[in-house]
């Protein structure tokens, strides 16, 4: 069963840099495809970052995304109260399914 | 800009099947790929299945058995059919525009709530 983790939840205060991981299971991953999504309650989610490090037009520059191996990373700097939020990974397995992280709750104290 | 906007009924009872369409204006259904998300309360998002610009489908596997999307290019409306539901199924659902394949979802709907119980 091919999964993405990522840690629950993330804090920081406003003005620091924090980052998210989302750890793929070994190589079921195709790593070149993956997208992160912020989501406020109740509303529907944004697409922040696709293919590992690109940012859709209209995205803060603030946002950046990375790879190391089979670990995908989020990182938001200059924090913001706005960006409190869930996050969620996603990418693809080799079979073309379709897999999403569970989430990380990003609190801004 | 494209708009979606999911409809159907919110509650649905065991057993029964599930059904929502999405209407799309702005763009057509006849490019990119379009699919539907869900979210159960309080867990993460679930990746469905999609319809693409060929009417070709592909759906999640753990859902496969039980799942069917369909399209109306005359109305621009793409639907799914979620067959033999369980409370396991109740979730917010999310129509997207996924500029695929492998790709990202750029355009959403707002999501419904539909709920499965007697």
């Known amino acids: 069963h091919s999964a993405l983790t990522q840690p629950a939840s993330v804090s920081g205060s406003p003005g620091q840099s924090i980052t998210i991981s989302c750890t793929g299971t070994g190589s079921d991953f195709n790593y070149y495809y993956v997208s992160w999504y912020q989501k406020h309650p109740g509303k529907a989610p944004k697409v922040m970052i696709y293919e590992v490090t690109n940012r859709p037009s209209g995205v803060s520059k603030r946002f950046s995304g990375s790879k190391s191996g089979n670990t995908a990373s989020l990182t938001i700097s200059g924090l913001q109260a706005e960006d409190e939020a869930d996050y969620y990974c996603s990418s693809y397995t080799f079979t073309n399914t379709l897999v999403f992280g569970g989430g990380t709750k990003l609190t801004v104290l | 800009q494209v708009q979606l906007q999911e409809s159907g009924p919110g509650l649905v009872k065991p057993s029964e099947t599930l059904s929502l369409t999405c209407s799309v204006s702005?763009?057509?259904?006849?490019?990119?790929?379009w699919s539907w998300i869900r979210q159960p309360p309080g867990k993460a998002l679930e990746w469905i299945g999609y319809?693409?610009?060929?009417?070709?489908?592909d759906y999640n596997p753990s859902l496969k058995s039980r799942v069917t999307i369909s399209r109306d290019t005359s109305k621009n409306q793409f639907s799914l059919n979620l067959s033999s539901v369980t409370a396991a199924d109740t979730a917010v659902y999310y129509c997207a525009r996924d500029r695929g394949p492998h790709s990202y979802f750029d355009w959403w709907g707002q999501g419904t709530l539909v709920t499965v119980s007697s």
């Open positions: 319809i693409n610009y060929l009417g070709s489908t």
């Open positions: 702005g763009g057509s259904i006849t490019t990119y790929y």
